[in-house]
């Protein structure tokens, strides 16, 4: 049998050479979606091989995010169905959107990369011929801006995986392989929300209040803030999750000891209003009174009501997703009142990404490893993520060492 017709063996990575005609992948398809433990299944599917423009890189490790347990739902979007309505030929999503590995072949225009190239991949998956582009706008904010992994498929669960040129970087030397594939989609994206949305950036002083202070965003919103000398205040929902959070530097409020509801019902307003107050009180306590002017957001649905109840009048509420649910429910008066900001904020540009690396290089912020699993457990792993029950940090998979 032709040696390139099999997957190269788990775990191994293949020194780069003629690719192999078929993977080793976890693979979620339409009928398996829901629990993503059930919905994530190993499978051999073909290698796809790199365009013009494209790069194959053996991956060495693949990072968490939390927007392929969506995946595995199916829902809010069916990615695979999405796809397929544009045009997409397969029926299946390999997802992940963190990855750190080996350049393994490229197209005849990539002139930046070679084989046996150390990199890093961004999410940023756009269209260089976008006439948005074309014209000078930011790849950020173009319309062809998609989510690789998770919009897109060939993504870091699997032996190998397809990207754009421009979506590598080279591996910052300072960081091991693990925290290589873990950094780069959660520091980047809070660096957007901090430092891009003038007037309403962190400064020296500044109070900020972060939602899910131990997690990828989180724990490295703290420490952005922390590095320009803010004040991060971060929420949290455990003793290990504080032991974390107050290590890298942030007060702590623990959720568990506020339970204010997520909706707020007219029938029930008062009762929220006397909880909210007292998350208030404690956030004042820890600030010495002054209310943040800005509140990294993701959970959405459960928290934007008391987010906006706790935010600053001019201060901007900055949401990079809705982890408990997609439909928020706002004030409008004291919103509009309180000149208050809703900000969505969504992955960053180069530029952001190489203000990451300055920092990482500086020694300013690192990535917080909570939890290294096999390939095989990625699906598990994901399913722990949904039910809120997965480490603090960061968390990588080992494909292939």
Same mark, same amino acid.
């Given at each position: 049998?032709?040696?390139?017709?099999?997957?190269?063996?788990?775990?191994?990575?293949?020194?780069?050479?003629?690719?192999?005609?078929?993977?080793?992948?976890?693979?979620?398809?339409?009928? %398996?979606?829901?629990?993503?433990?059930?919905?994530?299944?190993?499978?051999?599917?073909?290698?796809?091989?790199? @365009?013009? !423009?494209?790069?194959?890189?053996?991956?060495?490790?693949?990072?968490?995010?939390?927007?392929?347990?969506? #995946?595995?739902?199916?829902?809010?979007?069916?990615?695979?169905?999405?796809?397929?309505?544009?045009?997409?030929?397969?029926?299946?999503?390999?997802?992940?959107?963190?990855?750190?590995?080996?350049?393994?072949?490229? @197209?005849?225009?990539?002139?930046?990369?070679?084989?046996? !190239?150390?990199?890093?991949?961004?999410?940023?998956?756009?269209?260089?011929?976008?006439?948005?582009?074309?014209?000078?706008?930011?790849?950020?904010?173009?319309?062809?801006?998609?989510?690789?992994?998770?919009?897109?498929?060939?993504?870091?669960?699997?032996?190998?995986?397809?990207?754009?040129?421009?979506?590598?970087?080279?591996?910052?030397?300072?960081?091991?392989?693990?925290?290589?594939?873990?950094?780069?989609?959660?520091?980047?994206? #809070?660096? %957007?929300?901090?430092?891009?949305?003038?007037?309403?950036?962190?400064?020296?002083?500044? $109070?900020?209040?972060?939602?899910?202070?131990? @997690?990828?965003?989180?724990?490295?919103?703290?420490?952005?803030?922390?590095?320009?000398?803010?004040?991060?205040? #971060?929420?949290?929902?455990?003793?290990?999750?504080?032991?974390?959070?107050?290590?890298?530097?942030?007060?702590?409020?623990?959720?568990?000891?506020?339970?204010?509801?997520?909706? %707020?019902?007219?029938?029930?307003?008062? @009762?929220?209003?006397? /909880?909210?107050?007292?998350?208030?009180?404690?956030?004042?306590?820890?600030?010495?009174?002054?209310? $943040?002017?800005?509140?990294?957001?993701?959970?959405?649905?459960?928290?934007?009501?008391?987010?906006?109840?706790?935010?600053?009048?001019?201060?901007?509420?900055?949401?990079?997703?809705?982890?408990?649910?997609?439909?928020?429910?706002?004030?409008?008066?004291?919103?509009?009142?309180?000149?208050?900001?809703?900000?969505?904020?969504?992955?960053?540009?180069?530029?952001?990404?190489?203000?990451?690396?300055?920092?990482?290089?500086?020694?300013?912020? #690192?990535?917080?490893?909570?939890?290294?699993?096999?390939?095989?457990?990625?699906?598990?792993?994901?399913? /722990?993520? %949904?039910?809120?029950?997965? $480490?603090?940090?960061?968390?990588?998979?080992?494909?292939?060492?």
């Amino acid at each position: 049998m032709n040696s390139l017709a099999k997957p190269p063996a788990l775990g191994v990575l293949p020194a780069p050479g003629p690719v192999p005609e078929r993977m080793h992948a976890q693979v979620i398809r339409r009928e %398996r979606y829901g629990d993503p433990a059930a919905a994530f299944q190993m499978e051999e599917v073909p290698v796809p091989l790199p @365009g013009p !423009d494209e790069v194959l890189v053996a991956v060495k490790r693949a990072g968490l995010n939390y927007n392929n347990v969506w #995946a595995a739902l199916g829902h809010p979007v069916d990615v695979i169905s999405m796809r397929m309505k544009q045009g997409a030929s397969e029926d299946f999503h390999i997802g992940g959107s963190d990855a750190a590995g080996i350049v393994y072949a490229t @197209g005849d225009r990539v002139k930046d990369f070679h084989p046996g !190239d150390e990199v890093v991949v961004s999410p940023a998956r756009w269209d260089a011929e976008d006439p948005y582009i074309q014209a000078g706008g930011d790849p950020s904010m173009a319309p062809s801006l998609r989510a690789w992994g998770y919009e897109t498929n060939w993504g870091s669960f699997a032996q190998f995986c397809l990207v754009k040129s421009w979506q590598l970087y080279p591996r910052l030397q300072s960081l091991n392989w693990d925290q290589s594939a873990v950094y780069l989609l959660c520091g980047a994206t #809070a660096v %957007r929300m901090l430092l891009h949305w003038s007037p309403n950036t962190v400064e020296s002083g500044m $109070p900020v209040l972060i939602w899910g202070g131990a @997690g990828g965003v989180g724990s490295m919103a703290v420490q952005i803030v922390r590095s320009v000398g803010g004040l991060p205040v #971060a929420v949290v929902n455990s003793q290990e999750k504080r032991t974390l959070v107050e290590s890298l530097g942030a007060k702590v409020i623990n959720r568990s000891e506020f339970p204010v509801p997520g909706l %707020r019902e007219v029938a029930e307003e008062r @009762g929220w209003t006397v /909880k909210a107050e007292a998350f208030r009180e404690e956030l004042l306590r820890l600030t010495g009174g002054i209310l $943040p002017e800005i509140v990294v957001e993701h959970p959405g649905q459960n928290t934007i009501p008391l987010s906006q109840f706790c935010c600053a009048p001019g201060g901007m509420i900055v949401i990079c997703a809705g982890t408990t649910g997609y439909m928020a429910q706002l004030n409008g008066y004291s919103f509009g009142s309180g000149s208050q900001r809703l900000q969505g904020s969504h992955f960053a540009s180069r530029e952001e990404i190489e203000t990451l690396h300055q920092m990482i290089e500086e020694g300013r912020v #690192a990535p917080h490893l909570g939890a290294v699993h096999s390939f095989e457990e990625i699906g598990a792993v994901h399913g /722990k993520m %949904r039910r809120n029950e997965h $480490p603090p940090g960061n968390t990588a998979f080992i494909i292939a060492d």
